[in-house]
């Protein structure tokens, strides 16, 4: 007798009351049900029937998957049985052996792609601002110094269709003196007086011209990019971001010694002055 066969005949004979709620015999061997590996099991309620059935697979030592369940409901009075789903690793002689529950695959949650530079190009800091000292003019050998005007930003906008703030952190000055030479620089300089420093003394951002002539210095600086969605900590973003200063325009020139009583600001309309 086939299994379903078995299930058809348990509800409708508990169905006609002439069945005990439990029965083993019928689906299964002598061999199976001595081992333990069959059984089948019946109870009346109120207003149906429910057949539940398992089933062992040899050598095992556990019900961890290796076994498994199966039935039915049925309303009372009717012939119609509707198993429950499973699947059946062996079948015997239209038996099912091995019942086991097969885990719905599940779709893995999508990955959340990282916020890149292209991402916060509506996010824009304002661009820093080079000086120089002397302003405008250079004695050839001796040092210029440069220096920008450029602070840590924080812009406000939209990120994604979020509100967001983006940190910009200024991190590399690169300058080019208009003599065929360059510079990288990790600091963006500071007026000697700042410095504590006298008038042409080296600094770390400034420069010698050893040629006259007439030169365009151009500055462009790196910033580092971070952001954040309302109260949440600032995540970085890879890359930099590198914007154009102001241009500067030198003269490099010889200096001429003048012997005077005062100095051009007591005495503008002195020698030399």
């Known amino acids: 007798m086939a ?16 069945a005990p709620s439990t029965a083993t015999p019928g689906s299964c061997t002598l061999i199976e049900v001595n081992a333990g590996l069959c059984s089948v ?36 009075g009717s012939s119609s049985a509707k198993a429950r789903s499973f699947e059946c690793d062996a ?11 097969r885990p719905v695959p ?30 405008g ?12 005007v450029v602070d840590q930003q924080l812009v406000n906008g939209t990120l994604l269709g979020q509100p967001a703030t983006v940190r910009f952190t200024p991190i590399a000055w690169h300058w080019n003196y208009g003599d065929g030479s ?10 000697w007086a700042a410095q504590r420093l006298n008038d042409f003394d080296p600094t770390p951002t400034s420069h010698v011209y050893e040629t006259e002539g007439e030169y365009l210095i151009r500055l462009s600086i790196d910033f580092h990019a971070e952001y954040r969605f309302g109260g949440t900590g600032f995540v970085p973003i890879r890359g930099t971001i590198n914007l ?3 241009d500067l325009h030198v003269t490099v020139t010889g200096a001429k010694t003048v012997l005077v009583e005062h100095d051009c600001v007591a005495n503008p309309s002195g020698p030399g002055c």
């Open 137 to 148: 003019w250079v004695v050839p050998g001796l040092d210029a110094n440069f220096y920008s």
């Open 91 to 101: 079948i015997v002689e239209g038996r099912c052996l091995v019942r086991k529950v």
């Open 244 to 246: 154009p200063a102001n």
């Open 41 to 76: 099991d019946a109870s009346v309620g109120s207003d149906e029937v429910t057949i539940s059935g398992s089933a062992s697979s040899p050598g095992s030592s556990g019900s961890s998957g290796s076994s498994g369940s199966s039935g039915g409901t049925a309303s009372r």
């Open 3 to 18: 299994w379903t066969d078995f299930l058809l005949s348990m509800v409708v004979a508990v169905a006609l009351g002439s």
């Open 182 to 191: 360059a510079a990288v620089r990790s600091t963006r300089g500071a007026t």
């Open 106 to 135: 599940v779709d893995p949650a999508p990955a959340i792609q990282p916020i890149t530079l292209r991402d916060i190009a509506s996010f824009r800091p304002a661009p820093g601002i080079q000086y120089m000292e002397p302003n």
